[in-house]
């Protein structure tokens, strides 16, 4: 068998979800515990108008799910404790040597590091409840990580950060051939290009430690988006310049030198709890579409829809305020899952 995770331009089956629930990551108060149930039906909402969407609801919150999400998302029900999809859900990839066949490689999941406050048992569940629901073949891995923490081109490049999967907190045996090899048999990836980190705040206590898909992500082969943070009083100001010189010499699995294509942050770089990671990087791409990030600036906001227009030539760009996502550590990558459309013997005839 010969894995590869498609780029996530690929076309796709569906997208994957989980519903907010009560606990620390959706907060305390009515109103702002609102903010986080509007904000992940919006995101839902606006890639429906696309795709399909699947949202793993807890059961406890499954009749403000069917209230809020109506007949377009498919419920899907399931015991939860976290709702960031992108990092405990299946990261799908496909058998190019047997057409028609879904895989789901199911990483282990321990809560970005097993923090004090991270609860996360239910949640690294999810992978495999999600397989037997889809039919894919499950392809399980000693490798503690998350799909935040990677991206790929679909020919076999990968972007990884060194804080990530060598994190001793998630790996503590691990360096970088093992990962590497790890990537090859899950992934297909044969080149991985190692970033030192990630942004500032994802440090922080309820910080993924590093996560590339705020910092960059391969619009199309041999093309990059990149973060940029232009005001040097945010401390993401010299962290991106040294990422962007790394990349800029970097070469894919291929061979090939990237071009960069710069998002810029917007104007606001702080918050009551300190510096912001505001990042358009941090977009899905669906069939026909991409699902962007606002951030309540009209000026960056409609800068960055254009740029995300150029490096996706023929897809409608939406843009969906984000900040009640941010608040809460992650964007609208973050709490998606792509699942690829299939291709089978009578669609490549």
């Not at 799910?65 to 299946?90: Q, T």
């Amino acid at each position: 068998m010969t894995w590869r995770m498609p780029s996530e331009t690929a076309p796709h089956d569906r997208t994957w979800m989980a519903f907010p629930r009560q606990g620390a990551t959706l907060g305390e108060g009515e109103a702002w515990q609102e903010t986080g149930y509007a904000a992940w039906t919006a995101v839902a909402h606006a890639i429906a108008e696309f795709e399909p969407v699947s949202m793993v609801v807890d059961p406890s919150e499954r009749d403000r799910a069917r209230r809020m999400l109506g007949s377009h998302v498919e419920i899907v029900e399931a015991p939860l404790d976290e709702f960031w999809m992108r990092d405990f859900g299946p990261t799908f990839v496909l058998d190019d040597e047997r057409p028609g066949v879904l895989g789901a490689v199911d990483w282990i999941f321990n809560g970005w590091g097993d923090h004090e406050w991270s609860e996360w048992k239910k949640a690294n569940e999810i992978a495999r409840l999600i397989a037997v629901h889809t039919g894919a073949e499950l392809i399980s891995s000693v490798l503690v990580n998350e799909g935040g923490g990677i991206h790929v081109d679909g020919e076999g490049t990968v972007l990884v950060t060194d804080t990530v999967q060598l994190d001793p907190r998630r790996n503590p045996y691990a360096d970088r051939a093992r990962v590497e090899a790890e990537l090859a048999r899950t992934l297909g990836a044969t080149k991985a290009i190692w970033l030192p980190r990630g942004l500032t705040r994802d440090y922080e206590d309820f910080g993924t430690s590093g996560h590339v898909d705020i910092v960059a992500t391969i619009a199309s082969p041999g093309v990059l988006l990149v973060h940029k943070q232009s005001n040097p009083e945010h401390p993401d100001h010299q962290v991106m310049r040294e990422i962007r010189g790394l990349l800029a010499e970097a070469r894919d699995a291929a061979g090939r030198r990237f071009t960069l294509l710069d998002l810029d942050a917007p104007a606001q770089i702080r918050d009551e709890d300190g510096f912001v990671d505001f990042s358009y990087v941090n977009h899905l791409t669906v069939n026909g579409g991409v699902i962007a990030c606002g951030f309540g600036d009209e000026k960056a906001d409609a800068a960055a829809a254009e740029v995300l227009q150029q490096a996706y030539p023929g897809r409608k760009v939406v843009t969906v305020d984000s900040r009640a996502i941010f608040a809460r550590g992650g964007g609208i990558h973050c709490i998606t899952q792509q699942q690829p459309a299939v291709e089978t013997k009578a669609s490549r005839s």
